[in-house]
């Protein structure tokens, strides 16, 4: 038998201790290292937060365009396609493969330019279709990214990917992740506002918090009478609700502490006090009756066009929410399940859905910067994706998410320039391709957040708007 010595055993298992000592060593340095998810005051979730660096911008309105509107029949000038209208499709065209499904499926192979005349507009010279007179005065304020595309030519996919940067449903949306970082600049309201009549297909996950606390999931407010319902207690309870309220938020804290890590708990009892808070502040807010009449008619509040007024009170109200400082309101523009979409009779629908939106487009984007809100408000302007300049069915255009037109506006965007583009017929982004993380990307960084910087760990890892750190780029030239 070898018997080992007492020496022999120390010496051989000296290297073991001592690599066990390091590996020790290491993890604590590398869990110091690594950064860690926001620390948020679960009865205080949405009180104002330091940025990573300088803001060129502190809140954003999100003008969802639902359908997906025709870009190069409202803002990107095609001559090309203006002269090939009626004609196949070139061949030269026809040979690059798509990723997300063939381009010319349900299409018929024949060109089609609008109806709509063109002119160029303001000192940047840049051109705007007749579809679009109001808008066009402002042309010289917008940033236009000519060349994004989507990853999906379905409506709830590609509007799952826009608002949450994943074309699955379930993971937080942009106007969660902004509250989050950032808190917001009035604990009085919601941080994250939604106005629509009909929202984006696939509904409620689109504004949703997901794994992100309860408090930073999106709020609706009506745009006409109260802006929320039931804010108001009966008369011959008003004079208890504050004591009442306090009773049962004890009672919660107490179930909440016996059920440490229960976001949802922590959301429901800031979500008692934000309720509270809100019967004076959400009231007024609605009072849309207090502006004067030309501020109402620049909005259209009284068209005979009932869709037109619509809209018109829902961007209203967005600038009153800014001004109140609600740090995300998002506005969805469908009076129906449709919007933009014209798959049978694209001069029909984008006739009316310019109609609807460009006039209180326009009005908002004037009143923003009246009163000195459009330099720290960053407006956003983009649907799902585009048409197809080929016809579909009677005078229709099938869904494209291969090339299509956002603009953005405002706090530290650099005004009257056009980024990028799609090829002569606008069938495809061309130059400088830019995918919906990077516009995520760019938006969170006029807000002053790094996307890297801002995650959220579950299920065991790093969470993030934009997805696998360092995957994503800004679009260059958009922020001055």
């Known amino acids: 038998m070898n018997l080992q010595s007492r020496r022999d055993f120390l010496t051989q298992t000296a ?3 001592a690599s066990v000592a390091l590996s020790a060593l290491l993890a604590d340095e590398l869990q110091a290292a690594t950064p860690k998810s926001a620390a948020i005051d679960p009865l205080l979730p949405l009180a104002e937060r330091v940025s990573h660096f300088a803001p060129k911008a502190k809140q954003v309105i999100f003008l969802f365009q639902y359908g997906g509107p025709s870009t190069f029949d409202l803002l990107d000038y095609k001559p090309e396609l203006l002269r090939l209208h009626g004609k196949p499709v070139p061949e030269s ?23 709509w005349k063109w002119a160029q507009h303001g000192e940047s010279g840049k051109w705007v279709s007749e579809l679009l007179p109001h808008t066009a005065k402002h042309i010289d304020e ?9 990853e999906s030519s379905n409506h709830a996919p590609a509007t799952y990917l826009m608002n949450t940067g ?6 937080p949306s942009l106007g969660s ?32 918090n997901a794994f992100l606390p309860a408090a930073f999931q999106g709020t609706q407010f009506r745009h006409e009478g109260s802006p929320v319902l039931n804010l108001q207690p009966p008369s011959e309870l008003a004079g208890v609700q504050r004591s009442t309220l306090d009773f049962a938020q004890a009672l919660n804290r107490k179930h909440a502490a016996e059920r440490p890590g229960l976001l949802d708990l922590d959301g429901r009892i800031a979500s008692y006090e934000l309720a509270y808070r809100m019967q004076s502040a ?10 004067t009449k030309e501020t109402q008619d620049a909005y259209g509040l009284h068209d005979s066009n009932n869709s037109k007024a619509l809209f018109g009170r829902m961007c209203l109200l967005s600038r009153r929410l800014i001004e109140k400082g609600v740090r995300f309101v998002q506005l969805y523009n469908a009076v129906d399940k449709l919007g933009w979409d014209g798959h049978d009779n694209n001069t029909d629908y984008h006739n009316r859905n310019a109609a609807q939106t460009d006039q209180s487009t326009a009005a908002l984007l004037a009143d923003l910067k009246q009163r000195g809100l459009l330099d720290t ?69 006029a807000l002053g957040l790094n996307p890297d910087d ?6 065991g890892r790093q969470e993030r708007l934009t997805g696998v750190a360092q995957s994503w780029k800004t679009i260059p030239g958009v922020l001055s």
């Not at 381009?103 to 089609?112: I, R, S």
């Not at 009231?283 to 502006?291: Q, S, T």
């Not at 801002?454 to 299920?459: G, N, Q, R, T």
């Open 377 to 445: 408000t960053l407006v956003i302007w983009a649907g799902e994706f585009g048409r197809t300049p080929m016809m579909q069915g009677s005078g229709g255009r099938n869904h494209n998410p291969y090339g299509f037109t956002i603009w953005l506006a405002g706090g530290g965007v650099k005004a009257g320039s056009a980024i990028g583009s799609t090829d002569e017929i606008g069938l495809r982004a061309a130059e400088q391709p830019q995918p919906v993380k990077n516009l995520h990307a760019t938006i969170l960084t």
């Open 454 to 459: 801002l995650f959220f760990e579950h299920a």
């Open 142 to 150: 917008l940033c236009q990214v000519r060349s994004m595309f989507s």
């Open 166 to 171: 994943a074309i699955l449903g379930g993971k």
């Open 15 to 17: 290297g073991g201790f």
């Open 282 to 291: 959400a009231l007024d807010i609605g009072e849309l009756a207090l502006e």
């Open 93 to 115: 065209f026809k040979k690059n493969p798509d990723r997300v499904g063939g381009v010319f499926n349900h299409c018929k192979d024949e060109l089609m330019a609008g109806p």
């Open 177 to 208: 992740w902004v509250t989050y970082g950032l808190g917001s600049l009035n604990q009085n309201l919601p941080g994250y506002v939604l106005l629509y009549k009909v929202g984006g297909l696939g509904g409620s996950q689109n504004w949703s």
